[in-house]
Structure formats: C-alpha cells, structure tokens
C-alpha cells in the first residue's frame, strides 16, 4: 500500500493515577525528522519513544506532543533538610555572640529559611510508565499510519490517472511521427520538383534526404523508455511500500525523455504535447513528494 507523507494520529489514556495524551502530526520531509515534546519527567523515554515509532515511521517531518497528568497525591512528600537547618542555627548563634544579640531562635524563625524544608517528588515504577506510555503511543502510531494510507491510496488513484493520460500522449506521438516523415518526403519531393523543372529526380538523393531528416526527428527511442518508465512507475504503486524516493527518481528520467523528444521536434503538433507531457509530468513529481 501507498503512505502519504502528512498523517495525524491522537490517543488519550486515562485512570485513577495518571492520564495522557499523544499527538502525532506530519508533513512532507526529504528523511525522517521526528521532533518529540514531553514534560521534564518523562525525559528518560524519549529515546525508547523514538524506537518505537520507527516501526511505524519512516519518512516525513513528524512532530510528537505528549501530555502527562499525574492524579496521585502520593507522589510529593516533604523533606527535612537537617544538615541545612543546623548551619543556620549555627550561623544565627555566631551572629548573636558577635553583636550581642537577644537570642530568639525559635523553631519557626529556621522553618522559613530556604531549603529547610522541600517538597520531593517520590520515585514512580519506570517500566509501569513506560508500558502505560506504550501502549498510548502505539494506539495514537496506529490512527498515524491509518490516516497516512487513505491519503496514500487517494495519491495513487491520482497517479494511476495521471501515467493513463501519459501513455495516450505517448501513443499520439508514435502515431504522428511516421506521418511527419511521410509529410516531408512529399514537401521535399515537390519542392525540388520545383527547382528543377522538367528535369528528373534523383529518387536516391530524395531517400538519403528524407533518411537523414528521420534520424533527427525519430524518438522511437525515448518513446520506448518513456512507456518503460510509465509501466515501472504503475507497478511500483501498485507493489505499495515506502516507495517515494524511487519514484521520484523514475519520474527525472521521464522529465529527460521528454525534453528529448521536445528537443528533436519539428511539428506543432508534437511540441504541444511533448509541452502537455512535461506538465503532466510535473505533476506527478509534485505528487510524489507526498509520498513516504
């Protein structure tokens, strides 16, 4: 199957401890870019998260929001910094000894001091996060990859399209082409008809002419690898996979037959429709920038 490149997956877990949120949102990229959001304390999982999702990931700029509540009251308790509190008693002390101070010290004076006391958030079981963590992000990959593959298969129902409309002008390309070999035999022919009057024609020379004039206008050889590229490029749709940077190789090559065959062209005709198979073209490798 097709994947396109832009995706957005969400998941929301919740119980009596703890809820969270996943998002994953994407765009086109070159390679895979993820970029993961997380609160401070769930640090520690950005790497597994990574590794995870490369199994469901493998092109595009994606952006992962996670947001973590915790409900348990537990979690917080207060520390008593002893060590804190006895040099400040003690620097209090030497302060009332050298200045000759009233001595007040009193249990609530050393309370408010700074780092007395702290509040301490108590150690949670990281696997229990984790796998808690895991399956959110598993369940929000999976809508990710989902949204990912409708949109692929509208991409290729659009480039299946798109290769029909390239072989029919590929098709009335070989068909003109004869036809404007045969138009300039009969041009050259009555054009030296002309010139000489009543003398005869060498019908030799006339054959080398029109021989030499086919060797500059033939594209059967493009038109060969332009039908080899459009078949390739069908199948390889229709295989499915991460296939973007494939066909977007496969479709340069097409891009270079059909500046030849411009290139080579001397009739209105072709030229119009070697222009509308550029476009076409075109088109398709913007297409398949969207393609993972």
Not at 8 to 24: A, H, M, P, Q, T
Request: glycine share 4%.
């Amino acid at each position: 199957m097709i994947k396109s490149m832009t995706g957005f997956g969400r998941s929301e877990k919740v119980n009596d401890e703890r809820k969270i949120v996943i998002e994953l949102k994407a765009v086109n990229h070159r390679y895979c870019d993820m970029n993961v959001k997380l609160p401070k304390k769930l640090n520690s999982f950005e790497a597994s998260i990574r590794t995870l999702l490369k199994d469901y990931i493998q092109r595009g700029k994606v952006d992962i929001f996670i947001t973590y509540e915790d409900y348990t009251r537990s979690n917080v308790c207060v520390k008593y910094n002893k060590d804190i509190a006895a040099e400040y008693v003690e620097y209090m002390r030497a302060m009332r000894d050298e200045f000759g101070l009233e001595d007040d010290i009193k249990t609530s004076v050393v309370a408010r001091c700074p780092e007395v006391f702290t509040l301490e958030e108590q150690t949670k079981d990281t696997d229990e996060i984790w796998d808690y963590l895991r399956v959110a992000i598993e369940e929000a990959a999976k809508m990710f990859v989902e949204s990912r593959i409708k949109e692929g298969e509208h991409l290729k129902m659009d480039l299946l399209g798109k290769l029909d409309h390239m072989l029919e002008m590929v098709e009335f390309i070989e068909q003109k082409s004869p036809e404007i070999i045969a138009a300039y035999k009969d041009n050259l022919t009555e054009k030296v008809k002309e010139m000489l009057a009543n003398t005869s024609i060498d019908d030799n020379r006339i054959a080398m002419e029109v021989v030499l004039y086919s060797d500059k206008v033939c594209v059967d050889e493009e038109l060969v690898r332009l039908r080899s590229h459009i078949k390739q490029t069908r199948d390889i749709l229709v295989e499915g996979g991460a296939v973007g940077r494939k066909l977007d190789f496969i479709v340069q090559e097409m891009n270079r037959e059909a500046n030849t065959i411009l290139s080579k062209s001397n009739s209105l005709e072709i030229s119009d429709t070697g222009i509308e198979l550029k476009t076409e073209i075109e088109k398709i490798r913007e297409q398949i920038q969207n393609i993972e």
